[in-house]
């Protein structure tokens, strides 16, 4: 059964930092691209960014420069640094993973983040 697991999330001021984890387990095959999305209260979810296996990088707009996406050593990781936070990056954050051997998309459960002084 594959599964996407997300660390990281929590409470910090606006102008700080978290580094989201999201680790994905149970699968034969590689899961390419990798990817973060988030949700904020009433909003629909959006992607916030993403990166294929060749390092392929894809941003929003609104995080582009204080966002970096990033793949781990051992495979099937990704990394969310985030810097500059502001109120409005406060949302559900959410793991995603295709796996194009099975033709599908598979989530992680989400990681809060919540950006208030």
């Known amino acids: 059964q594959v599964q996407l697991v997300e660390s990281g999330g929590g409470l910090v001021q606006p102008g700080g930092s978290l580094r989201l984890s999201c680790t994905a387990s149970?699968?034969?095959?590689?899961?390419?691209?990798m990817g973060w999305y988030r949700q904020a209260p009433g909003k629909q979810r959006e992607l916030v960014a993403d990166?294929?296996?060749?390092?392929?990088?894809n941003y929003a707009d609104s995080v582009k420069g204080r966002f970096t996406i990033s793949r781990g050593y051992a495979e099937n990781t990704v990394y969310l640094q985030m810097t500059s936070l502001k109120p409005e990056d406060t949302a559900v954050y959410y793991c995603k993973g295709r796996i194009s051997a099975y033709g599908m998309d598979y989530w992680g459960k989400g990681t809060l983040v919540t950006v208030s002084s």
């Open positions: 990166i294929t296996s060749l390092g392929r990088t």
């Open positions: 149970g699968s034969a095959f590689s899961i390419d691209p």
